[in-house]
């Protein structure tokens, strides 16, 4: 398969066919809680997009070079403390959690900082979702499935690189913005509709919710028929 | 502190007063995410009842060191650090399981539960007040994921805990077990409790 294509079918899947909030639940908590404006989850979805586009690049750059089993940085250091058949053994995946979530509050603080200093009205609109996005599931959910793939394969030539863990991140952060702002404009509509009161707020949210995820279920199976067609067997 | 409930009141507040899922809508994504079998639903609700009393012990401990603006670091770094120990100890002791839970495990680091509780909680009140809010509100969590996962698991496969309970000819409703099951299970219950609460 040609770099192109696989990078192709991993934005395609991660946008539409895995969509982050409609087939794997994460990102949940936006989804139900900023989806009143269209605007607000427009500018909500793309803070998630460059906070988790940060995050990945971080998170892959940390999982290649120190985390991973015989990784080349920690082998280095280690090296000088201990012998280089054990140096080459060693395994600090057992830190990633924490590894992740600090880098995740780390790149979310610096894009508070940068975003106060030069964008003062689109940081006083986000108010307090702006610090939220650190708990936002998604972001974490695209590191581990990064490291999912860099650290778990069997074979070393099919990790990750740089490049299809960017691409992953950009396009989750794309399929997010879709789902929120499609969930945003149904709700803008449905403040004017009659609903029974047992199901105004969350609940009906959620229903609709599982009918667009119903609907985000007709692009199950493109995905193969699209490895067939690109892969001339 | 006078006004603070005890440690009685946040245990019996955790379970059905103050449900995390039904009531403060909270953990939202392992809730829709692990709950299309009860097996999963249990493994899921016991990981989360240990990382939540673990956190909530030592935030209690160290509630008077916490410098207000590194509280959040703290706690997500204390629930990091029980998130892989959980983590590890599943993938060593019930190896299939924690395949079936995969990233979800993990995911309890931001699972929103832990850190309400450790910073409506555990941060001002004593460390028994605390293990008994977590232990109140884990209880909470589990009866909400299973009485999800139940009706989930029953419609989509027939079956309860892996043990047929409808009889062969039913229909599986796949979609119950699917992704759209999930959200349209919870959207019907939750709208169920709103009514059930209302008519009191």
Redesign the interface.
């Known amino acids: 398969m040609s770099y192109l294509t696989d990078i192709f079918l991993i934005a395609l899947g991660a946008a539409l066919i895995n969509n982050f909030v409609l087939y794997y639940f994460v990102g949940i908590c936006p989804f139900v809680g900023v989806s009143r404006r269209v605007e607000m989850a427009f500018g909500m979805g793309c803070a998630v997009t460059f906070v988790m586009t940060i995050a990945a690049f971080l998170c892959w750059i940390l999982t290649t070079f120190v985390l991973m089993p015989g990784a080349p940085l920690s082998k280095w250091v280690a090296g000088f403390f201990v012998s280089a058949d054990v140096a080459a053994g060693i395994d600090l995946t057992i830190l990633s959690y924490i590894v992740y979530i600090f880098v995740i509050a780390s790149s979310v603080q610096f894009v508070e900082m940068y975003v106060r200093k030069f964008f003062p009205v689109l940081y006083s609109s986000f108010g307090v979702f702006l610090p939220l996005i650190t708990t936002n599931c998604a972001i974490l959910f695209a590191c581990l499935m990064i490291m999912s793939n860099i650290v778990g394969v069997d074979n070393p030539a099919d990790a990750w690189d740089l490049g299809r863990a960017l691409t992953l991140a950009i396009f989750g952060g794309v399929g997010f913005i879709i789902a929120i702002v499609i969930m945003a404009g149904i709700r803008e509509d449905l403040e004017l509709c009659d609903i029974p009161k047992p199901f105004q707020g969350v609940a009906i949210t959620l229903i609709v919710g599982g009918i667009l995820a119903m609907a985000f279920m007709g692009f199950t199976g493109v995905d193969s028929g699209l490895r067939n067609a690109m892969i001339p067997m | 502190m006078a006004d603070q409930p005890t440690a009685t009141e946040r245990f019996i507040q955790g379970i059905l007063p103050e449900n995390p899922v039904y009531r403060q ?1 909270l953990g ?2 392992a809730t ?2 692990v709950s299309n079998n009860m097996k999963a639903a249990l493994t899921m609700a016991a990981s989360v009842t240990f990382v939540l009393l673990c956190a909530n012990v030592v935030t209690s401990l160290i509630r008077n060191l916490l410098k207000p603006h590194l509280r ?2 703290v706690f ?2 204390t629930i ?2 029980f ?2 120990i959980a ?2 100890f599943l993938a060593a002791y019930l190896y299939q399981m924690s395949k079936t839970l995969g ?1 979800y495990i ?2 309890i ?4 539960i832990i ?1 309400c509780r450790c910073e409506v909680c555990a941060s001002k009140q004593s460390v028994f007040t605390a293990a008994s809010d977590a232990i109140g509100q884990s209880l909470g969590f589990a009866l909400a994921l299973s009485s999800i996962a139940a009706i989930r698991e029953i419609l989509g496969t027939g079956m309860f805990f892996g043990l047929r309970v409808l009889p062969a000819a039913w229909p599986d409703w796949v ?1 119950m077990a ?7 299970t ?3 219950m ?3 409790i ?2 059930i609460s ?1 008519n009191k």
């Open positions: 809508l939202l994504c829709l995410a959040i670091v997500t770094l990091a650090t998130v892989t983590d590890r990233p993990p995911l680091i931001v699972n929103c850190i979609i699917l992704p759209p099951g999930a959200f349209l919870f959207g019907l939750l709208a169920a709103n009514w209302s």
